[in-house]
């Protein structure tokens, strides 16, 4: 006979497997919720990730406002397209900020070649950064830095790379085919073209 207050092994052992029973079929319920619960928590950190990366359309419109500040002439416009401690490199001549003085250079720019016009041949956007391909034209009517106007046409090419951060641009490296626009205007000698079968020194 049983003692008060003792369970016989027969119903131990049936308790022992009910809870085993129990605890295996929850099993791969706690494992769904974790792996579910994972889940969210990736996409919630995607989509905090994605929200902090501007869109390549909203950066390109605003490196756009970059070049129709020349094809323009409206430089008070770059205040909306250019961050206030924006950084040029090589920064343009002058004592003031560089967004000042690229205004003024701009405008000199204008004054030599009125019809100035940029054309975007390439806009490669990765995240904030935008490198950047064109080709100018325009005639030189006026005076270019101390180079008086010879009305003859020019083109040349231009490669940029800005950093955009809230929809302004804070950093720009640029390099401008410069020299070309000097020999075509006739202020600097155009390399002389060896003659067919002459040796070069």
């Not at 054309?119 to 005076?143: K, L, M, N, Y």
């Not at 106007?149 to 955009?164: K, L, S, Y």
Request: aromatic fraction near 6%.
């Amino acid at each position: 006979m049983e003692r008060p207050g003792t369970r016989s092994p027969v119903i131990d052992a049936t308790l022992g497997r009910t809870r085993r029973s129990l605890v295996l079929r929850h099993v791969p319920v706690l494992v769904a919720t974790v792996l579910a619960g994972k889940a969210v928590a990736g996409q919630a950190s995607v989509a905090v990730a994605q929200a902090g990366t501007p869109e390549p359309r909203e950066v390109e419109a605003t490196v756009q406002g970059f070049y129709d500040a020349f094809n323009t002439g409206d430089v008070d416009a770059l205040d909306d397209v250019l961050a206030p401690d924006w950084v040029d490199f090589p920064p343009p001549p002058g004592p003031g900020t560089d967004v000042e003085n690229f205004k003024q250079t701009i405008l000199t720019t204008l004054t030599g070649f009125p019809d100035i016009r940029f054309e975007i041949q390439d806009f490669i956007v990765e995240g904030g950064q935008v490198a950047v391909r064109s080709i100018a034209t325009g005639t030189h009517e006026g005076d270019f830095y101390g180079i008086p106007a010879t009305g003859r046409a020019v083109e040349f090419q231009t490669i940029d790379i800005h950093r955009v951060e809230s929809d302004r641009i804070v950093e720009t490296y640029h390099v401008e085919d410069l020299l070309s626009v000097l020999i075509q205007v006739g202020a600097f000698p155009t390399p002389a073209t060896p003659e067919a079968g002459t040796p070069a020194p």
